[in-house]
């Protein structure tokens, strides 16, 4: 099972595309024959990624383009998509993809600027910029938009990214919503929610995948099957999180406001025993 807009001799266009998730979509999208653009800020990056993507499709390198770009500024982005359109006309996916997680202190202002500016600033400038020529394009397309699960269930220890991926998630909900109210449209979004995938962001200095976590490529595998599917929320597990944890974790997160519980009440003494029990039972 696949997309129309995953077919061979479509365009994609990859933000954040030269490393971890991004470059294995890329990849995948090149295997199918498509045409594909990785947008990344970082150049050594970008040229290593163009090299084995061009050796990984029979057109090599007429398949492939790379840009460099920040997300973060809009007109970088403007610039991205007349670039793109100039080199292969149509554009059939957006995949707004990449992140950083520098870190960050609630109390402190170090980084919140930048991470914002990437994260979230990075979709809402993507979707704004591409949306409107792939509508009218009046053909299948995908807006695909990468999140996390720290934006839903917001853990304690890196505020800012976990404000940029809730923004995100907000952001592509109400994307969606304005996309299939839009009549004749046929451009969908998703919100892609990776678990624990090992690559440079999560690296943090092993050379050795941990046994928890998932490869991009098994990632991206996983994506496009649910993308195909037709699922908005693409929940994607891990080798340590199946889904029907996540879904207690998620129902939980919500029930903080249904039971008037304390925000994150999951990380919280008063209710490590409880939420223990919740997380045990079956939905
Ligand atoms: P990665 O560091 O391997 O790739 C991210 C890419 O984004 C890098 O190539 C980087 O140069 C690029 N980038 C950074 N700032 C940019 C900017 N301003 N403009 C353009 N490109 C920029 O990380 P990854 O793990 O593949 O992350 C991809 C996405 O997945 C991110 O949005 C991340 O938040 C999200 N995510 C990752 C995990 C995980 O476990 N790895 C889990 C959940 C979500």
């Not at 990449?98 to 919140?112: E, F, H, K």
Request: proline share 6%; aromatic share 6%.
């Amino acid at each position: 099972m696949s997309h129309p807009a995953l077919s061979a001799d479509r365009t994609a266009v990859i933000t954040g595309g030269a490393s971890g998730i991004g470059l294995a979509a890329a990849m995948r999208f090149a295997e199918r024959g498509m045409n594909v653009c990785i947008a990344d800020i970082d150049e050594a990056r970008l040229r290593d990624a163009a090299a084995r993507l061009a050796a990984a499709t029979k057109r090599g390198e007429a398949a492939v383009m790379t840009a460099t770009v920040d997300v973060s500024s809009r007109d970088s982005v403007v610039a991205l998509e007349t670039a793109v359109r100039q080199r292969f006309g149509a554009i059939d996916v957006l995949m707004n993809n990449a992140g950083i997680q520098p870190g960050s202190r609630m109390l402190a202002d170090d980084n919140w600027q930048r991470i914002l500016g990437v994260n979230l600033w990075g979709i809402i400038h993507g979707a704004q910029v591409f949306a409107p020529g792939m509508i009218v394009q009046n053909k299948p397309a995908l807006i695909i938009n990468t999140g996390s699960k720290q934006g839903i269930t917001t853990p304690p220890g890196d505020p800012a990214y976990n404000v940029s991926k809730a923004g995100v998630k907000a952001f592509t909900e109400a994307l969606q919503h304005e996309l299939r109210n839009t009549p004749g449209c046929q451009v969908t979004a998703h919100l892609f929610i990776p678990g624990f995938v090992f690559t440079p962001l999560t690296a943090n200095g092993r050379v050795e995948k941990p046994a928890g976590a998932w490869t991009p490529e098994q990632t991206v595998d996983f994506m496009l099957e649910r993308v195909a599917a037709g699922d908005f929320y693409v929940l994607c597990p891990d080798n340590d999180v199946p889904r029907a944890l996540d879904e207690r974790r998620i129902l939980w997160a919500a029930g903080d406001i249904v039971e008037n519980r304390p925000p994150l009440s999951r990380w919280h003494a008063d209710y490590a025993d409880a939420f223990a029990a919740f997380a045990k039972k079956s939905p």
